[in-house]
């Protein structure tokens, strides 16, 4: 029996993703299945919206995507995923302040309030489909469309998917002589590739990879302001900041002449600072990936986004150009034996023991790159423009692992623009403040001269919360 033969009301199983994240339930209140494991994003959009045209728009959107009206079965053996039958989005229409038109960063800081404000709102696991909409109004021209979805049922690049689509099918209501969009794959499908020949080929000689790899491999733990053990309660606070043009045009030309990306470039300063932190030369830091390594699921929503272990030995770089070549090497053999993070731990067990230990704490480190991100392109009667440049911080937002991320982005306007999110239980916002400031000055000084020499970690202090 094929994926194709089971009716959706019979369910189907776990992904390997939905399975790990069973592995964290803490219920419907927090953790992975809790009301503030989310994503928000928004688009301003230029041109007269129809909520009518809007609202038939999303229900296709559900329709069309099985995995927003998906529920995982945890109460039951074996655990698995349902489909439920498409039920209408909830659409919210606000008038958000009408400043000048000409006033393009009052506008553009409304709509930040707006996106913070839902970021610190929940949605239910619960309740479907798990999609909702909010519409904010500056005039008849201009608004902010803001989309919430739990993060069980997609992740970053899904985002994407469901805005394209969305503007597609918005056009169609509203008349444009658009083709019909391509059928979806599912992530029902997804699940059931992961169980076939061809995956599990892939899985095997992975696994030998990565139990090689990472022996003796221990995940990057930082010192936390408090134990766990003081202060069990938390939710996930966010510093956002902004580095300018000129610091992602160092970052990007350095790329490009050392055949990396401004990803390799990033993540190789920031194994400097984590060794002149640490004095540690073996750096393993965890990132997110889309965990799309088969093409024929780009198109899908779901929750495909994975972790990767990044190992890099800093022995005898004795400039930075060393490091990022030596990055370089790591970031490729570990993408291109991707699998699940969840069999990575079955061949490393001991490899987040760290993470564990009270007192310290995770940190992810992640350059967003996700496809489709619309920058001012006009779908029918409406343009869309992606809201990535953030400046307002939040104390209450979208959850995260326990401890802390580092998002940096290169923003569709050039800049290099990022954000920390930390557990407020463990970490003061100075701490978090500290920490972006000296790593941003660690890069600063890497690109200006990859050529010089590099210090030795015993010539920097210990950071103030390792003393």
Same mark, same amino acid.
């Given at each position: 029996?094929?994926?194709?033969?089971?009716?959706?009301?019979? &369910?189907?199983?776990?992904?390997?993703?939905? $399975?790990?994240?069973?592995?964290?339930?803490?219920?419907?209140?927090? &953790?992975?299945?809790?009301?503030?494991?989310?994503?928000?994003?928004?688009?301003? =959009?230029?041109?007269? +919206?129809?909520? @009518?045209?809007?609202?038939?728009?999303? %229900?296709?959107?559900?329709?069309?995507?099985?995995? !927003?009206?998906?529920?995982?079965?945890?109460?039951?053996?074996?655990?698995?995923?349902?489909?439920?039958?498409?039920?209408?989005?909830?659409?919210?229409?606000?008038?958000?302040?009408?400043? %000048?038109?000409?006033?393009?960063?009052?506008?553009?800081?409304?709509?930040?309030?707006?996106?913070?404000?839902?970021?610190?709102?929940?949605?239910?696991?619960?309740?479907?489909?798990?999609?909702?909409?909010?519409?904010?109004?500056?005039?008849?021209?201009?608004? +902010?469309?803001?989309?919430?979805?739990?993060?069980?049922?997609?992740?970053?690049?899904?985002?994407?998917?469901?805005?394209? *689509?969305?503007?597609?099918?918005?056009?169609?209501?509203?008349?444009?002589?658009?083709?019909?969009?391509?059928?979806?794959?599912?992530?029902?499908?997804? @699940?059931?590739?992961?169980?076939?020949? $061809?995956?599990?080929?892939?899985?095997? /000689?992975?696994?030998?990879?990565?139990?090689?790899?990472?022996?003796?491999?221990?995940?990057?733990?930082?010192?936390?302001?408090?134990?766990?053990?003081?202060?069990?309660?938390?939710?996930?606070?966010?510093?956002?900041?902004?580095? &300018?043009?000129?610091?992602?045009?160092?970052?990007?030309?350095?790329?490009?002449?050392?055949?990396?990306?401004?990803?390799? =470039?990033? !993540?190789?300063?920031?194994?400097?600072?984590?060794?002149?932190?640490?004095? *540690?030369?073996?750096?393993?830091?965890?990132?997110?990936?889309?965990?799309?390594?088969?093409?024929?699921?780009?198109?899908?929503?779901?929750?495909?986004?994975?972790? !990767?272990?990044?190992?890099?030995?800093?022995?005898?770089?004795?400039?930075?150009?060393?490091?990022?070549?030596?990055?370089?090497? /790591?970031?490729?053999?570990?993408?291109?034996?991707?699998?699940?993070?969840?069999? #990575?731990?079955? $061949?490393?067990?001991?490899?987040?023991?760290?993470?564990?230990?009270?007192?310290?704490?995770?940190?992810?480190?992640?350059?967003?790159?996700?496809?489709?991100?619309?920058?001012?392109?006009?779908?029918?009667?409406?343009?869309?423009?992606?809201?990535?440049?953030?400046?307002?911080?939040?104390?209450?937002?979208?959850?995260?692992?326990?401890?802390?991320?580092?998002?940096?982005?290169? /923003?569709?306007?050039?800049?290099?623009?990022?954000?920390?999110?930390?557990?407020?239980?463990?970490?003061?916002?100075?701490? #978090?403040?500290? !920490? =972006?400031?000296?790593?941003?000055?660690?890069?600063?000084?890497? +690109?200006?001269?990859?050529?010089?020499?590099?210090?030795?970690?015993?010539?920097?202090?210990?950071?103030?919360?390792?003393?």
């Amino acid at each position: 029996m094929t994926v194709a033969d089971l009716a959706p009301d019979e &369910g189907f199983p776990l992904a390997v993703q939905q $399975e790990f994240l069973c592995l964290w339930d803490k219920g419907d209140d927090m &953790g992975p299945f809790g009301p503030r494991f989310h994503i928000v994003d928004g688009w301003r =959009v230029s041109g007269r +919206v129809e909520t @009518a045209l809007l609202q038939a728009a999303l %229900d296709d959107v559900v329709v069309r995507h099985e995995a !927003l009206r998906t529920t995982v079965v945890r109460d039951a053996e074996p655990r698995h995923q349902r489909i439920l039958a498409p039920a209408p989005v909830s659409l919210e229409v606000r008038q958000l302040p009408a400043t %000048d038109p000409a006033d393009e960063e009052s506008r553009h800081l409304a709509g930040e309030e707006l996106l913070n404000e839902l970021a610190a709102d929940t949605i239910g696991v619960r309740r479907m489909p798990l999609l909702r909409a909010v519409l904010g109004r500056f005039d008849d021209e201009d608004a +902010v469309l803001a989309l919430i979805a739990h993060h069980t049922a997609v992740d970053a690049w899904s985002m994407q998917v469901i805005l394209r *689509d969305l503007a597609g099918l918005y056009a169609r209501h509203a008349g444009a002589d658009l083709p019909p969009l391509a059928p979806a794959p599912q992530y029902r499908e997804y @699940a059931h590739w992961q169980r076939s020949d $061809e995956a599990r080929e892939a899985e095997r /000689s992975a696994r030998a990879f990565w139990r090689t790899r990472l022996d003796g491999a221990r995940a990057l733990a930082l010192p936390t302001d408090r134990t766990r053990s003081e202060a069990p309660e938390f939710s996930t606070s966010w510093h956002r900041f902004g580095w &300018g043009t000129p610091l992602r045009e160092q970052v990007t030309t350095l790329a490009a002449a050392t055949r990396s990306s401004a990803f390799i =470039v990033l !993540l190789a300063a920031f194994n400097v600072f984590l060794n002149r932190r640490t004095g *540690d030369t073996d750096v393993v830091v965890p990132t997110f990936t889309p965990g799309r390594t088969q093409a024929r699921f780009q198109d899908a929503v779901g929750s495909f986004f994975n972790f !990767l272990p990044l190992r890099t030995d800093l022995t005898g770089c004795a400039a930075f150009h060393d490091v990022v070549a030596r990055t370089r090497e /790591s970031c490729l053999d570990a993408y291109t034996r991707e699998i699940p993070l969840a069999h #990575v731990l079955d $061949e490393a067990p001991e490899l987040m023991e760290r993470v564990g230990v009270d007192g310290l704490a995770s940190c992810v480190f992640q350059v967003i790159q996700t496809p489709f991100t619309m920058a001012g392109e006009r779908i029918g009667p409406l343009s869309y423009r992606a809201v990535r440049r953030k400046v307002l911080s939040q104390s209450v937002g979208s959850d995260i692992p326990d401890g802390t991320l580092l998002c940096l982005e290169i /923003s569709p306007t050039g800049e290099l623009i990022g954000e920390l999110g930390f557990s407020s239980n463990l970490y003061d916002e100075s701490t #978090v403040r500290r !920490l =972006v400031a000296d790593f941003r000055d660690v890069l600063s000084e890497l +690109v200006a001269d990859p050529g010089a020499p590099l210090p030795a970690p015993t010539d920097f202090p210990p950071a103030p919360n390792q003393e």
